[in-house]
């Protein structure tokens, strides 16, 4: 029986939180981050940290599966 890596599922969480993430980031108002963040899109920036450490845990995970 073979045992399901932690780093499949939890990367493929990472990616689509940061996709989500990232998305609504462009998607909104630039005016917002203007007002509420120093005119930086907080949202874009975590987004995409979070889709790659998705992307890198679905690495670690196939090349586990490979060895």
Known sequence: ???LDV???MGLLFLCLGVILAGYGLAA??????RHSLGHNVNVTWGTVFALFGLLMLWLARR???H
Do not use: G, T
């Open 29 to 34: 108002d630039p005016a917002i981050y203007a």
């Open 1 to 3: 029986m073979e045992q």
């Open 64 to 66: 586990a599966r490979k």
């Open 7 to 9: 780093r499949l599922p």
